[in-house]
């Protein structure tokens, strides 16, 4: 809650990967501020953090939090102790609001599979920084080489 409250007082466009149990919560903070709220579903735990529960779980998370007036939810699809691909195209079909993939996205290959599964954004981290992209590149290639790539779609 100390990070939504100051997420909230610096004027943040969006925060996402609140745990579902604080979701409810951070969600009232955040109502009414302008900012796009994007809780995770399932159950995440540890660091760095891992995707636990069913499939059927996730997507009443989904509704549940559609329910309450979220802007979309966050999925650590490649995170998840099971399918990352069955999680995606379950949870996507079902979720019926914007869904963002997080947690170790890698590859090409990856951005891929969440783009053409139908995910409205995606994130992508430490891989820019392990220069897993362009190996040898620049974060600045990096960069620029996803962007190219997504231009392909």
Known sequence: MAAVKQAVKIGVRNIIGVKREYAQKAFEHVKGTGIKFYPYVGRVIGIPEVLEGT??????????FRKMGVDGINLLAYR????PEELMKAVISNAEMDVIVAGSIDSFEKIRKVITLG???????????EKRFIPGGSIADQVKAIIEFEKTF
């Open 80 to 83: 998840y102790k099971g399918d």
């Open 119 to 129: 995910a409205t954004l995606y994130t992508i981290g430490g891989a820019i920084f």
């Open 55 to 64: 499939i059927e779980e996730m997507i009443m998370d989904a509704k549940s």
